[in-house]
């Protein structure tokens, strides 16, 4: 009701009226009942708000508004959260391909930890913990961390650049 009559007073002041009598701010939803008594519909939510609503519009019709907003909405943040993935999907794609990777022979420990780059790892380690600020990984997910990021290096780059198991793997698969 505030901002309905914080409205009602800039309109008056815009009109040229100077002061608004406090009587008027503080009757104001008793003076639109009395003026619009068939037309609208006024209760309190939990909030203290007051809602209007047409009383020309039946009970259902008003159900399947609210029905529909709730759809509205309900798809809205569906869609909102679907684009924030692939955001951050292509955020991650970025990070990886423009590292510049001198690789050396034979691969160690050293280089593959500098192949990933920080943000996947982070995001890597919230993915697996569920914990958004995970500052002491366990040494499972540490080790999780660094095989999945290195498929993933791997696979953006289309192979250009080899993390040590790329490399290493197929050797011992082979002997």
Do not use: H, R
């Given at each position: 009701m505030t901002d309905l009559t914080s409205r009602l007073v800039s309109l008056m002041e815009s009109?040229?009226?100077?002061?608004?009598?406090d009587s008027t701010k503080k009757h104001l939803r008793f003076k639109l009942e009395t003026e619009l008594a068939g037309s609208i519909g006024i209760l309190s939510d939990d909030k203290g708000r007051l809602l209007l609503y047409p009383d020309?519009?039946?009970?259902?019709?008003?159900?399947?508004?609210?029905?529909?907003?709730?759809?509205e909405l309900h798809h809205a943040r569906a869609i909102e959260a679907g684009y924030s993935v692939k955001k951050v999907a292509l955020q991650l794609r970025n990070e990886i391909k423009k590292q510049d990777i001198s690789q050396?022979?034979?691969?160690?420990?050293?280089?593959?930890?500098?192949?990933?780059?920080?943000?996947?790892?982070?995001?890597?380690?919230?993915?697996l913990t569920g914990d958004f600020k995970c500052t002491k990984p366990s040494e499972k997910v540490k080790r999780l961390a660094t095989s999945f990021g290195s498929d993933l290096v791997f696979a953006v780059t289309?192979?250009?650049?080899?993390p040590a198991k790329h490399i290493l793997l197929p050797f011992a698969v082979k002997s």
């Open positions: 009109l040229g009226f100077s002061q608004v009598k020309c519009q039946t009970m259902s019709e008003l159900a399947k508004t609210t029905y529909s907003l709730k759809m050396w022979w034979p691969p160690d420990k050293e280089q593959d930890e500098n192949i990933i780059p920080e943000s996947v790892t982070q995001f890597l380690q919230t993915l289309a192979g250009n650049v080899k």
